[in-house]
């Protein structure tokens, strides 16, 4: 039985919203006492530092307690002409933004809690309440956590047809306790999106943080996000981590993909002590097909750990997988997949490849794909490579008169510069992923 002073049934109870969410806490709090924490000696934690988490050491945000200044909203300025704009404070949303020209079409953006600005309030709670939990139902004992202690779930819901242009966008800010007695702030955001049929649009969604709070607080964030894609919609998700260099993160992102639908996501882990991403995504009709890219770049002490689920329930279907890392100094990244074909999933194909570059010799990553395939007339691949930066590309550099340390800057530049130019066409992404790659680079060279 799992225990942590802060994390208790009354605490869970206190916190609001329509009977079927406080039904599925209170269900996934009975879940979350019987397991527990997971811990480094199962499979799908290897590598990772799970055994270090101490969840005494924090207390989940009372609900109503966060706020925020809509004029000094974190990355408010980042996005220009946005669709939509969603920002939370401590998992506890307080400001939404959404136009009127979407919100006839019938697009919803909001919350369980407060419904879409201006619209229907009870629509949010009504697609939550039909998809919660289909995309990424509870592996653990930390789902289950998130499950319990869920304050609010953001929705965003795109209508059979419409087509958006520009990005919807959705920032997470967290703030680590101001009081140490209470312990260390733990949340756990909650983000929903719906691609209708025939739908397209675009999904950035940002993970940051306050700066650091009391002496001896950090925050802990443990997020999930499910994305349900439809038949031909074709949707594009984005998620930026930056958090605080002693923040955790453990995430969940899972996705459903739909007939002749296409999901790319790409994921960005670049701050935060401890982050660690498990990302499923299932094509589960004829059709389906799946791109997932990662760039993640560890300096100092800090660990990036990614673990990725290729699942294919069904024939037909295809899937890509592109992570890209670095890590310096101290730091250290893990990446572990799976490629699963399940039986009747015939001509379906799926490739996997996972680059590390190692630039320091107190660094270390590990890569372990994996394939489980369970049909025949496929085609799987899957490829990795652990290493340091490569001596003829520095010496093609170097010996047209660039110095030693440049060169080598310049090709981790490239090395980045690979894997960025595959974010999803939105110019702000890349140009923040640009700057804080850059930014690390500068410390290290």
Sequence with gaps: MATARAFTAYASSALGGPEWLRRRREEAFSRWEAAGLPSQSEEVWRYSRIDELDLDAYSPVPP???????????????????????????????????????????VVVGTVLAGPPGGNAAAAGEIAEEHYGTAAPPRDGLGNLAGAFVDDVVVVSIPDGVVIDSPIVVVHWGSASQE?????????????????TNSKATVVEISTSAPWGAVGTRLLVVPVTEVVVAANAHLDYVSLQDLGPHDWQIAHQASTVGRDARFTSFTTALGADYARVRTDSKAVAPGAETRLFAAYFGTGTQMHDFRTLQDHAAP????????????????????????????????SVAFQ???????????????????????????????????PVDPDQRYYLESRGVPPEEAEQLVVEGFFDDIVARAPGVPAVRAMIHQKVTAKLKEKF
């Design 64 to 106: 109503g307690t966060a706020a925020m200044d809509p004029d000094t909203l974190p990355c408010g300025d980042a996005f220009p002409g946005s669709a939509a704009l969603v920002w939370s404070h401590d998992a506890q949303v307080t400001h939404v933004e959404l136009g009127d020209e979407l919100a006839s079409k019938g």
């Design 353 to 387: 490849e996972n680059r590390n570059l190692v630039l320091s010799e107190g660094a270390h990553a590990d890569s372990v794909p994996n394939l489980d395939i369970q049909e025949n007339d496929v085609r799987c691949s899957h490829a990795s490579a652990v290493g």
């Design 180 to 196: 140490p007695s209470l312990g260390s702030n733990a949340i756990f955001p909650r983000t929903l999106i719906v691609a209708g």
């Design 316 to 347: 037909h279907t295809k899937s890509d997988l592109y992570f890209k890392g670095a890590v310096a100094d101290e730091a250290r990244s893990v990446y572990s997949g799976l490629i699963r074909i399940c039986k009747g999933a015939v001509r």
